[in-house]
């Protein structure tokens, strides 16, 4: 186990909803990625959280966005969801500085169906 | 742009079976870092090993193996004697170093079956 916590399991959204995904990093962690894998495809890139900031960020548009606290967990809320935003969601923390080149560690991810 | 390739969309084996898994990866860049890892049914990606690029040397790691060749720009990995427990789905990934963030450009996975 990575120390990594992801909540809810799962969540059902219909078309035009919003919805908010939560992430505990690993202790001693201060990073947090978030990663959209769509089904039968790898991971990619949403963005990153440092020190309460996103800096950096993949293609996705604006109405992906996030959050980090003082604790370090984050959150990720999606807006106006369309059906391709049917993905598991994956949160992978890690700690920062040096350049971000510490190993990444994932969650157990968040399952979003929306219909 | 970085890209990784992992042309092997499903492989089939019996226990005790060796099997690898390839990867080739693109980039322009002369330093990087190369992982893997694995997804159980469970969702959740399971670190296994990460490769700094000026480090060539191959790694074992009980039944797991890692041979990375930058000639090729290939980063295979062999299970020997397979287990059911090793069935899932494996990535390759490739990072940047000192980018500002935190980014894993994934193959699109092997998925590894292993039957009794």
């Known amino acids: 186990e990575t120390g990594v916590t992801q909540s809810p399991t799962h969540l059902i959204k219909t078309r035009g909803q919003q919805v908010t995904l939560r992430c505990s990093s690993q202790?001693?962690?201060?990073?947090v990625s978030w990663y959209q894998q769509a089904l039968g495809q790898g991971p990619q890139f949403i963005f990153q959280y440092y020190r309460e900031e996103e800096n950096g960020r993949g293609n996705f548009p604006p109405r992906f966005s996030g959050l980090q606290f003082p604790n370090y967990s984050s959150e990720l809320n999606v807006n106006a969801l369309e059906l391709d935003d049917s993905a598991l969601y994956l949160c992978a923390s890690s700690s920062g500085g040096a350049g971000f080149q510490e190993t990444q560690y994932f969650g157990p991810g968040t399952r979003l169906l929306v219909l | 742009a970085q890209k990784v390739t992992q042309a092997q969309t499903e492989i089939s084996v019996v226990e005790k079976e060796d099997v690898t898994l390839d990867c080739v990866y693109e980039t322009r860049d002369t330093t990087y870092y190369l992982f893997w890892y694995k997804q159980p049914p469970s969702g959740e990606l399971v670190f296994l090993i990460r490769?700094?690029?000026?480090?060539?040397q191959n790694e074992i790691s009980g039944r797991y193996s890692w041979n990375f060749q930058k000639s090729t720009s290939s980063f295979n990995f062999t299970i020997t004697a397979s287990q059911v427990v090793d069935s899932a789905v494996y990535f390759c990934?490739?990072?940047?170093?000192?980018?500002?963030?935190?980014?894993?450009?994934f193959g699109t996975g092997t998925r590894l079956l292993v039957s009794p």
């Open positions: 490769r700094n690029s000026f480090d060539e």
């Open positions: 990934a490739l990072k940047k170093v000192n980018t500002g963030f935190q980014k894993l450009v």
């Open positions: 202790s001693g962690h201060n990073t």
